[in-house]
């Protein structure tokens, strides 16, 4: 019952909400990222961060350093927080904070899958791989040749296998059915999560069903603005937005008619929250869209830290790091190329 979780929730759940609270205090300023863009070289910006709660994972590293490498420590840094936060959990969170990894899951099966379509070394893929994501016969996805070979030979044995159940065909993987694929895994994940989420119950369910129903938004967005001009029909569009959301259903009629990107924006501005998003970018133009949705994105989840007792701040925590990841990749490899008259464009800034 929502407004209760306040008797019971630190009994089990209130030393890692302390937990996630203090991180969230680490987490670097506007003016860390001030600094870090007057940065001349990469070893500039690891002395910065040396004086962060990266210091550690950043300072036994030799020169020249590369931004792979700081991208890497970095990452490591947040499995180690996320890793912490598991092994210390009880049940639901416990299965809240795994609910949080699939994502990345799929993106790992998805890099797998496409560069073995290109013929690249299996080694070298699962380096690129998030460590949030890995499980234990990920190697094996190497050698399916569809759908249902993937499925049966890999698959079956991890979490993922549930969101299997519309995307089995027999049809040889390429580059389009990868990309459905992809696609179709988010939404039966997404749809999962909701549902999860709304058992729950409580501030918990409130506030992950709309940063959800925002991350379901946002890919009913994309999946729009990239299907156009392919061969990808109107039905096969519509079926790869998630069945909730804003925009469900009658946005998602709309979005899945659009030809080009402005009527994509003429949709969207339909609704009051979507209408700022659209506002910061200039007709006929999309490649800001991606940054504008990261700063609404951004907005919402600090919003999760006003409220207490619920697990939204878990999830908000891992996706504030992981923006906070993309934002020194972008500085690190403006900086590496000299193309520090471009460092701002894509940094989300947080507090």
């Known amino acids: 019952m929502y407004g209760w979780e306040m008797l019971s929730f630190n009994i089990?759940?209130?030393?890692?909400?302390?937990?996630?609270?203090?991180?969230?205090?680490?987490?670097?300023?506007?003016?860390?990222?001030?600094?870090?863009?007057?940065?001349?070289n990469l070893?500039?910006?690891?002395?910065?961060?040396?004086?962060?709660?990266?210091?550690?994972?950043?300072?036994?590293?030799?020169?020249?350093?590369?931004?792979?490498?700081?991208?890497?420590?970095?990452?490591l840094k947040l499995v180690d927080e996320y890793k912490h936060m598991l092994c210390q959990a009880t049940e639901p969170l416990s299965t809240f904070l795994q609910y949080i990894t699939?994502?990345?899951?799929?993106?790992?099966?998805?890099?797998?899958?496409?560069?073995?379509?290109?013929?690249?070394?299996?080694?070298?893929?699962?380096?690129?791989?998030?460590?949030?994501?890995?499980?234990?016969s990920i190697a094996?996805?190497?050698?399916?040749?569809?759908?249902?070979?993937?499925?049966?030979?890999?698959?079956?044995?991890?979490?993922?296998?549930?969101?299997?159940?519309?995307?089995?065909?027999?049809?040889?993987?390429?580059?389009?059915?990868?990309?459905?694929?992809?696609?179709?895994?988010?939404?039966?994940?997404?749809e999962d999560f909701y549902k999860f989420c709304q058992k729950l119950g409580g501030a918990t369910a409130e506030i992950m069903c709309d940063l959800l129903s925002f991350e379901a938004d946002r890919r009913a967005v994309n999946i729009t603005i990239n299907s156009i001009g392919t061969e990808l029909t109107r039905d096969d569009r519509r079926k790869l937005y998630s069945n909730f959301g804003l925009l469900y259903p009658y946005g998602h009629e709309e979005l899945a008619v659009c030809e080009d990107v402005d009527q994509v924006r003429g949709?969207?501005?339909?609704?009051?929250?979507?209408?700022?998003?659209?506002?910061?970018?200039?007709?006929?133009?999309?490649?800001?869209?991606?940054?504008?949705?990261?700063?609404?994105?951004?907005?919402r989840l600090c919003l999760s830290f006003e409220q207490q007792f619920h697990y939204a701040v878990f999830f908000a925590y891992i996706r504030l790091r992981e923006q906070e990841i993309r934002n020194l990749m972008w500085i690190s490899e403006c900086v590496a190329q000299n193309q520090k008259n471009r460092v701002h464009d894509s940094v989300v800034f947080m507090f």
């Open 140 to 190: 094996s996805l190497a050698v399916a040749q569809n759908m249902r070979e993937l499925y049966r030979l890999v698959l079956v044995d991890t979490p993922l296998a549930p969101y299997f159940s519309e995307c089995i065909t027999s049809e040889d993987l390429d580059d389009m059915n990868i990309e459905i694929m992809r696609n179709t895994l988010y939404k039966a994940y997404l």
């Open 267 to 299: 949709a969207m501005e339909k609704y009051p929250p979507y209408q700022s998003i659209f506002a910061k970018i200039s007709y006929g133009e999309s490649q800001m869209l991606d940054k504008a949705f990261y700063e609404e994105e951004v907005r």
């Open 12 to 40: 089990h759940d209130g030393f890692l909400e302390a937990i996630v609270r203090g991180n969230r205090s680490g987490l670097l300023t506007a003016s860390d990222y001030n600094n870090l863009c007057q940065c001349e």
């Open 43 to 75: 070893d500039d910006v690891k002395m910065h961060l040396t004086a962060t709660e990266y210091g550690p994972y950043l300072q036994n590293e030799p020169s020249p350093l590369h931004t792979t490498t700081i991208v890497e420590k970095c990452t």
């Open 102 to 136: 699939y994502g990345h899951m799929i993106d790992n099966v998805v890099l797998i899958v496409t560069g073995t379509l290109h013929e690249r070394d299996v080694n070298e893929l699962l380096e690129k791989c998030h460590p949030l994501g890995m499980f234990d």
